[in-house]
């Protein structure tokens, strides 16, 4: 009696949800105009976050080591907003543009390792802090065509060109000696066991223009109602400006300490699934990754009372990935 009525309850549920569907498949045949314009509101909830850079200043001090300098901001778990809308116009072009800001800051850790060559290459200060600071800010705008249509109005699939901007704000939050060797060099020096907490040791910003970028969208109807979206945007030039100001040392400039100049490569991708409520609201849920990286670039001092002095940005890498949901209404 039971299975029976399992089955049962089973079958009217599935009926319930696809009849409505159901009765306009065969309309899908045809194809059906494109809203005007596109307004969707999408919460990234779930995302994590890490910027990596390093440099090499062995050339202007050869007790230094190679790397000098290597920072890990990770660990950041960030609730971000995204704001989105689109200009369908003639038969197969489109304007899009996103734009996302974060809503919070809840956690993470900043590795600050420095490096010697006395006596070999080798690890002698490691300092760990916590992490705050304002988040993530991004626009994008893309200006696109529709280039194919698949077969039974099942789908479509887009190729657009558009630029993006990035910025990354963190704010490191005392500091705790986790390893301490000695260098050999007079004013590179650690104490084992410090502790300063509470204060504002380090503040981060990190900014990422990429003048142009290329990629696609792409979306295939599954059933009646759910549909799969695909999207990716590449770019072999990625401009990078960071500024890094060290608020504990009275050796350095406060505005900033250190800055960054890099060109590097970006990329883009999303995966995930629509569901249509109504014939003009969708429900959007997936998996979204922004990265960027340098493949060249400079790093600069900034001290008091001596000219600035530069060396090689061996790396510097940012990347963004999580979950992402959203509402689409279509007019």
């Known amino acids: 009696m039971r299975k029976r009525l399992y089955r049962a309850c089973t079958a009217l549920a599935l009926f319930v949800l696809m009849a409505p569907a159901a009765t ?32 090499d200043a062995s050339g202007l001090d050869p ?34 543009a996103e734009g996302g800001f974060s809503v919070s800051f809840d956690r993470g850790l900043l590795v600050d390792d420095d490096h010697t060559a006395v006596g070999g290459q080798h690890l002698f200060s490691r300092t760990h802090s916590d992490l705050s600071g304002s ?6 705008l893309n200006l696109g065509v529709r280039a194919l249509e698949f077969a039974e109005s099942r789908g479509y699939l887009e190729v657009f060109g558009g630029l993006q901007y990035w910025r990354t704000k963190y704010e490191a939050i005392g500091v705790r000696q986790v390893v301490c060797n000695s260098s050999g060099i007079p004013g590179l020096s650690c104490t084992p066991n410090f502790t300063l ?10 900014h990422w223009f990429t ?12 059933i ?31 505005g900033p300490s250190f800055s960054m100049w890099g060109v590097g490569v970006s990329a883009n991708a999303g995966v995930g699934l629509k569901f249509l409520v109504t014939r003009h609201l969708a429900l959007t849920g997936g998996y979204r990754v922004m990265w960027n990286r340098t493949y060249a ?11 600035s002095e530069t060396a090689p940005l061996t790396g510097f890498q940012t990347i963004r990935h999580g979950v992402m949901v959203g509402l689409t209404g279509s007019f």
């Open 197 to 206: 907490p509470g204060v504002l040791a380090i503040s981060n910003t990190t």
């Open 24 to 55: 306009s498949w065969g309309q899908d045949a045809e194809p059906q105009a494109r809203p005007r314009v596109e307004l969707s509101v999408r919460s990234w909830m779930f995302t994590t976050g890490k910027t990596t850079w390093s440099h």
């Open 297 to 307: 670039g400079e790093w600069e001092n900034h001290p008091i009372g001596a000219g």
């Open 63 to 96: 007790r230094l080591g190679d790397p000098t300098s290597e920072l890990m901001y990770k660990d950041n778990d960030t609730h971000i907003i995204e704001l989105g809308g689109r200009l369908n116009f003639g038969r197969r072009g489109f304007l899009q």
């Open 224 to 254: 009646p109602r759910v549909s799969l979206d695909l999207t990716a945007a590449v770019s072999p030039v990625s401009v990078l400006y960071n500024e890094d100001v060290h608020h504990l040392r009275s050796d350095l400039q406060q």
């Open 211 to 222: 003048p142009i970028h290329v990629g696609f969208n792409s979306e295939y109807r599954l």
């Open 135 to 140: 988040g993530t800010q991004y626009v994008t």
